[in-house]
Nanobody, 122 residues
Framework: QLQLVESGGGLVQPGGSLRLSCAAS????????IGWFRQAPGKERERVSC????????VYLDSVKGRFGNSRDNAKNTVYLQMNRLKPEDTAVYYC???????????????WGQGTQVTVSS
């Protein structure tokens, strides 16, 4: 079965860090671009970042630039979103998505994970 599974979310205090994982089963993540998105209650989904097949990454969301970073471990078929200096406004469900053919700016992703909740609160 082809699927993406996110993990690593949870409750963290402001200023803390979390690392989200996005693991693939049934296909090789290295062949795909991987996007990270988030959606807070009552708000539209936001494009956070993307890591390309080459390993290069771009953070699109201005509010997280300098705090969030991407990496991938092809041996583990997993990509990561490292989130540092977290703020309450980062609270959201975070999703990863993968696409074989399109680029990071696509709105039509082939696979989506189920999402992982990140809550930043004291």
């Amino acid at each position: 079965q082809l699927q993406l599974v996110e993990s690593g979310g949870g409750l963290v205090q402001p200023g803390g860090s979390l690392r989200l994982s996005c693991a693939a089963s049934g296909f090789t993540l290295a062949d795909y671009v991987i996007g990270w998105f988030r959606q807070a209650p009552g708000k539209e989904r936001e494009r956070v970042s993307c890591i390309r097949r080459s390993g290069g990454a771009t953070v699109y969301l201005d509010s997280v630039k300098g705090r969030f970073g991407n990496s991938r471990d092809n041996a583990k078929n997993t990509v990561y979103l490292q989130m540092n200096r977290l703020k309450p406004e980062d609270t959201a469900v975070y999703y990863c998505a993968a696409d074989l053919l399109r680029n990071c700016l696509t709105d039509d992703w082939e696979y989506w994970g189920q999402g992982t909740q990140v809550t930043v609160s004291s």
